[in-house]
């Protein structure tokens, strides 16, 4: 199924406004997705071996505001291409890592969950059945992308 112009423009039209608070909001995220499953913590090394409170920590922070913009990026080369932006050989890195540091499908189902969660709690007067379909299928399609390159590297 295409990835229509409507959707493309209602992922912009609610990341124009969440954009700014992107790191703060970025980071919500994954605070409720520690909240519905807390063994995640323990899939970054950042977290296992820091004294700094989970909130402040500068590494969760880039992680939760990468799948965000990536995410929003997807919506728009899945618009104009018809698949995520990413470039085959970052895709290759992304896969490797997330594959290495035991990402399973559970996590990134779990990902999409609250971040969906805190688009709708961000943009409440934008927020529509299409609205969440248009971001959750932008983030399925490059979840998908990252989780077919998720293999040992030979
Ligand atoms: C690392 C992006 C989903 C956990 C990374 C990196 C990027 C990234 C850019 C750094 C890559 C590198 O160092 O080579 C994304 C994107 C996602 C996504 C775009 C979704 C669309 C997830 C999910 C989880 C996760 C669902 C688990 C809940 C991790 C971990 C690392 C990582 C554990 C390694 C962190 C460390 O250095 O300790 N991710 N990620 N990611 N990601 Fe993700």
Redesign the pocket.
Known sequence: RAFTEEQEALVLKSWNSMKKNAAELGLKVFLR?FEIAPS?KK?????RDSDVPLEQNP?LKA?AM??FV??CESAVQLHKVGKPSVRESNLK??G???FQ?N?VAE??E??KFALLEIIKEAVPEMWSPEMKSAWGEA?DQ??AA?KSEMKPQV
């Not at 899939?43 to 977290?47: A, D, N, R």
């Open positions: 997705v995640a899939l970054f090394s950042f977290l590494k992680h990468t799948v990536m995410t890195d992304l490797t890592t997330h540091y990402v996590h990134f779990v990902v983030y490059l979840a990252i």
